[in-house]
């Protein structure tokens, strides 16, 4: 069974950054697609970004020039890189994981880690 564990997440004043991570154990992330939500207060899950098996990402246009992901495979870890954070970047952000072949393989969830933008 996979878990992932994310971290990283607190207060940051406008215009700063944040790196958060999203760590996998009980299993292998080799195999999985990487992606990378937020959800903020009173809306619905928002899909940010994408890392696949090969390293080819892909963003929201809210977010492109601004937010990037890494993934080390090494590491079982994921990176989200968030850079000019604004104040309605403020949100709980999740990373998920899918298996690239397998349709019916399982997904899995971060818990999620709570970003605040504010001065």
């Known amino acids: 069974q996979v878990q992932l564990v994310e971290s990283g997440g607190g207060l940051v004043q406008p215009g700063g950054s944040l790196r958060l991570s999203c760590a996998a154990s009980?299993?292998?992330?080799?195999?999985?697609?990487m992606d990378w939500y937020r959800q903020r207060p009173g809306e619905q899950r928002e899909l940010l970004a994408t890392?696949?098996?090969?390293?080819?990402?892909n963003y929201a246009d809210s977010v492109k020039g601004r937010f990037t992901i890494s993934r080390d495979n090494a590491k079982n870890t994921m990176y989200p890189q968030m850079n000019s954070l604004k104040p309605e970047d403020t949100a709980v952000y999740y990373c998920?994981?899918?298996?690239?072949?397998?349709?019916?393989?399982?997904?899995?969830w971060g818990q999620g880690t709570q970003v605040t933008v504010s001065s």
């Open positions: 998920h994981a899918r298996h690239v072949l397998i349709i019916t393989a399982p997904n899995y």
């Open positions: 009980g299993g292998d992330l080799t195999a999985y697609i």
């Open positions: 890392i696949t098996t090969g390293l080819i990402t």
